[in-house]
């Protein structure tokens, strides 16, 4: 019944082929039309696939459709199969959901830009590979789909490939999310070799039956399966690619870095979560990179100029609100606020997208201001996922995602309350930063937009009319808006917390596949009040505190603001503590200088070497051509002896 | 028997050494000429007479002259000698003919002991076995004849 | 008496070949050059000789009738070519006959 479940992830790809090949030929709205209506035709075919696995819940709680087998060797044989269980439901919703309101609103905003059908059809592959990513059943092909995102992002950051700067960020996230890849094919060779399967399901089975909790196998499989996670999620200590790949366009900010292939990790740990039960340090581990993201990345947030920026580091720090979810055994919560973080962080980055649009691709937030009055529709969107990203009310996605991890995070033992701590402090700065960005930004005297030209420096040809200073979102462009706006403000009631009348209906969909672990919601209704209002009260607090700091801020003038810009604190926040420096010092300038000391080395100088001796031998044979008749002829002779000799001797 | 090969190899080898370090083209033909008369006698004692006769009439005697008649055509030094450089194949040329005439003096080659092959038996062998290879040298020589008398040609 | 042991004859021819063909060699005056072949032509006939003699048969002379009569020839057309080369360059130089 459901064996049409591979349209899915076959719809964009079809799309990415035909824009592959035809689209420079065709026009922008037929490109439009195969771009975005192939995620829209998927998202279709995902909801309804999706309705049926509700209505009748198949065997199990989960389907597979085998499509081919990949690799046959004894033993050895993983398939071409997807799977369709409760995890990959949810996964496929909001991939192609937000997918296809991100390319509904590409289709307007990228419409100026060279390259239209190239973005599409990146686009459309990238939405593809996310798909065969999350409906993989098992690791290998996963890692294929994996390796695709990396590839489609490697690609979308770099998309305007004329500025260098761009390939530069492009290449580093590459480059860096690589490091992580590696990792986790090393964990897959461990499998592969140990368990003999890369099935999920089986290596669930066999890994609690063949790996005592806490062996060193199960330890250094999990380890290595969290390397790979920090790589695509831009968590400690594989962070510093992120805020740089905001080199891209916005769609592709929201798609790909805030919505979906940095989720990448949180949905690989959570696939695998059985592996990561049998090593409970790893999962400590996976907390504490967690909790120290989400400040890490909080603070740096708070010092950003460039709008994308703020938001990059902000969902670095979701993210480790998410790792953290892991890491205390709250897989559903994880996931649901991968859910509701999808909603949120794509709203922000697109309405960023449109301010940015409007200031004639300005990205520094002291440029801009006054954005409430220019363009209304806009702010208020802003504002429902700014309070979404707060936790504050009446927007319920953040808030229930949110409060869910929190209560799970005290309800884990002793190191559970400091993480919650960490938690409510992180709250706190969310609050902080992005009202901060809010005030500035859409806040005070409306300025005029930069001259035309400025800004990415992306050649638009004849297409950046002077005239966008005062853009609205047009109803292409509003529609995602008004409907990711929407999701914020109801979304939350997908799981909406117990003890204030709501039901689990999400974390209650998702047991079949992510059984709660050891953490059970156990506690008192009063301690979860208690515990939500703490949370409530943070974020509010970020509020006033944010109004005073922008208030200061831009009463001061410009040589006082010039030095609190480079005061020692608010440059190393606003290099993301430093990272990219130490990195730079530890890992690049010894590589290169490696590289550099041996461009000339062994192996390179063997083949010089044969060449040489290729010349010498030349140069010697050369004498035997050089015209003198008695040279020939005692060539001859010895020949001659030679010969003799060698009758006579042998 | 042994002595007169001996002194005859001793000849022949010392004046085909003089004869590659000569810086003389004509001093370099006169030792030649004393090797291949050495080369003579001893194919005399290996009881080869007839070939021997053979060597000095057509290497000794046609080769050499023609090597002479080039010399003379190239010009490249005049055929009178100073008296000096006679000395040594005179000297040579005394020791063979010394060695020829004790030899011929002591009778037929020493006895039944050296297998004496005359012309007969040549000629019977050269119009026998090997007619074939006596028509091909005639051939050979024909056209040496033609060749040397086609480049030889002035072309006017 | 003793006849000649073939081994010294044989070894004689040997000396007599290579002094020749070191005169080849080493000397640069074409003259000496086709002497020097000659001396080389003769060591192998007289080898021939010495073979024919040792065993007391007519083939070892006809041997030498045949390659006398083809150094004759040789020498007649070398000579002419020699005679040639030398109107032409002017020098008897070998290691001048290389090249245009």
Redesign the interface.
Known sequence: MLSWIWCIPALPFAGFLVLAVFGGRLSRTLTAVIGAGSVGLSFLAAAAASALFVSYPPAGSSFTLLLWQWVNMSGFSPAISFTLDSLSVVMILVVTGVGFLIHLYSTRFMLDEEGYSRFFAYMNLFVGSMLILVMAENLLLLYLGWEGVGLCSYLLIGFWYTDPENGRSARKAFIVTRIGDVSLSVALFIIATTLGTLDVREIAQKATAMWPVGSTLAVATAALLLGGAVGKSAQLPLQTWLPDAMAGPSPVSALIHAATMVTAGVYLIARTHVLFQLAPAVLLAVAIIGAAGILIAGLSATTQRNIKRILAYSTMSQLGYMFLALGVGAWSGAIFHLVTHAFFKSLLFLGAGVVILAMNHEHDVFAMGGMARKSPFTFWTFLIGAFALAAIPPTTAGLSSKDQILSQAWQSGSAGKVFWALGIAGAFVTSVYIFRLVFIVFGGKPRAAAPAGHGHGAPSGAGVAAGKDGMQAGAVMGLPLFLLAVLCLVGGFLSFPQFLGGKPILVGFLQTTLPQGSVAVESSVQTEWMLSIVAEAASLLGIPVAWLIVRRRLRMPATAAASVDNAAHVRFLQSGWGFDWLYDRVLVKPFMLLAKVNARDVVDRFFDGVGGLNMLLSRGLRWTQNGRVRWYAAGAAAGAVLIVAAVVLL | MNTVFALSAVVAVAATVLVITRRSAVHALLYLVVSLLAVAVIMFLLGAAFVAALEVIIYAGAIMVLFVFVIMLIGHESIAMNPRAWIGPSVMSAVLLAELAWVLARGRLGGASVTEVGPKQVGIALFGPYLLGAEMAAFLLLAGLVGAFHLGRRRN | ?????PE??LL?AG??FC???????????L??????V??ML??A??AF??A??RW???????M???L??????????G??????H?NRRKT?N??M???G
């Open positions: 008496m003793a006849s000649v042991s010294y004859a004689l000396v007599l002094l020749g063909l070191v005169g080849v060699i080493v000397r640069r005056n003259l000496f050059i086709l002497l020097c000659e001396i003769n060591s006939g007289l000789v010495v024919g003699a007391g048969q007519p083939d070892g002379q006809v030498f009738i045949f006398l009569t083809m150094a004759a020839a040789e020498v007649a057309v000579l002419a070519l020699l005679i040639l030398f008897l070998a290691d006959m290389g090249g």
